[in-house]
């Protein structure tokens, strides 16, 4: 998300030798959208088998989404009257939201083109259960509709449902049958955005792992710097896709009149709050006149950049640089190793703060950011024009291979 600098660093205290020094931040105009989510999850089912990851991979997607500065209104493993009780408490919070966003893990079904979502004492044991014990789609993006600009809406629900058999088979409910219908986009603000976790009518991989093939990716990649969610979502289906071995493929309805980018980073400005001890006043000065500046000023301001560049790490070699060439870091983790050689191994830290381990942590650094020599030299370029920049953000394999990388940019991405 962007930021714009509110504040300059104060002026040096008075009279205590000790100064905080900070770069103050407020949201940018892409900051200050407002976003409202609903995220549901339903693992639990009174009267089918249990599914292992919907209510998991909703928790992370609710924390994701807090992470992205969304209001979050959330429930998991609810009943038919606790999800309407949700549902309700989302239709008043999100009127005119900037973006509104609704995710579900769990079962889902479709009926005659119709889709429903279905509440864990869900037992459709007859023709009226569709009315009084599922949840249609298009009631809860109703609710989503009401004066908002932008709608997203992601279903991981197509999960293999014995419940749609008895309604079929049992109730005789025709058309009855796992896998939900395309959803149509309505015209109005500046667009919808619909992802299934597979193909309209087909059936999704509930996963063995900590989350679902779909809401893996998701998490993945849902709020990646500077990419727009059309993008993310290209790069979530080539996850899934790779990862069941091209039996899923996740599908994507978008009408959107906008780029929406939901983690927007000016790579050119100074985001770093920093904090670090005055420098002492010469010639026995009480520090009285510390304040000879007025707050606010140029001088301050310059300062604090100061300050900041001298928590920039050195490397321990003043060599050049070379993409393949082994770097002398000063990190024992990466010492001896490549620019090449680094991307294609693993990150040492979370590539998006907040993320679970499991979404990252032994994965390749190249397969999670679609690293190559030409990306990585645009990215490095913010690093050489902006130095401070490298402080910004934890970086995957530390902050002192992001210093090598504008030592690289810099001699021409050689």
Request: aromatic share 6%.
């Amino acid at each position: 998300m962007g930021f714009d600098l509110i504040a300059r660093c104060g002026g040096l205290m008075r009279g205590i030798g000790l100064a905080a020094l900070a770069l103050l931040l407020t949201l940018s105009a892409a900051n200050a959208e407002r976003r409202v989510a609903l995220v549901l999850g339903n693992s639990r089912y009174q009267h089918a088998p249990a599914l292992t990851n919907p209510v998991r991979d909703a928790q992370a997607m609710a924390e994701r989404l807090k992470n992205l500065d969304f209001e979050v209104v959330s429930g998991f493993d609810l009943t038919k009257l606790q999800t309407q009780t949700t549902i309700a408490q989302f239709a008043k919070q999100v009127r005119g939201a900037d973006i509104a966003l609704f995710f579900y893990a769990g079962h889902g079904l479709q009926v005659s083109g119709s889709n429903y979502l279905l509440p864990v004492d869900a037992a459709l044991e007859d023709e009226t259960s569709l009315d009084f014990e599922a949840v249609p789609v298009d009631f809860i993006l109703r609710q989503m509709s009401r004066e908002t600009s932008i709608r997203l809406i992601f279903l991981d629900a197509c999960r293999d449902n014995p419940l749609a058999d008895v309604l079929a088979k049992t109730a005789g409910v025709k058309g009855a049958r796992s896998g939900l219908a395309e959803i149509p986009i309505e015209n109005g603000g500046a667009g919808t955005l619909v992802a299934f976790a597979t193909s309209p009518d087909q059936v999704a991989y509930d996963g063995s792992g900590e989350h679902s093939p779909f809401a893996s990716a998701l998490l993945a990649h849902m709020g990646e710097t500077n990419v727009s969610i059309t993008e993310a979502m290209n790069r979530v289906t080539a996850d899934v896709f790779k990862a069941t071995a091209g039996k899923q493929r996740p599908w994507t309805n978008v009408s959107l009149t906008t780029e929406v980018v939901l983690h927007k980073i000016d790579l050119n400005a100074p985001l770093i709050v920093g904090e670090a001890s005055a420098p002492q006043p010469e010639g026995g000065s009480d520090g009285r006149n510390a304040t000879a500046n007025p707050a606010g000023s140029d001088d301050d301001a310059q300062l604090a950049l100061n300050v900041l560049r001298q928590k920039i790490p050195k490397l321990a070699s003043d060599d050049p640089i070379f993409f393949d060439h082994p770097i002398d870091f000063g990190d024992p983790e990466i010492d001896g190793k490549s620019i090449a050689e680094l991307i294609k191994g693993k990150p040492r830290f979370s590539p998006v703060e907040g993320l679970d381990k499991s979404v990252w942590e032994g994965k390749h650094c190249d397969g999670c950011h679609q690293w190559n020599e030409a990306r990585l030299c645009e990215q490095a370029k913010n690093f050489a024009s902006n130095d401070v920049s490298v402080l910004r953000l934890q970086h995957p394999l530390g902050t002192r291979f992001k210093v090598a990388l504008a030592k690289w940019a810099q001699g021409g991405c050689k």
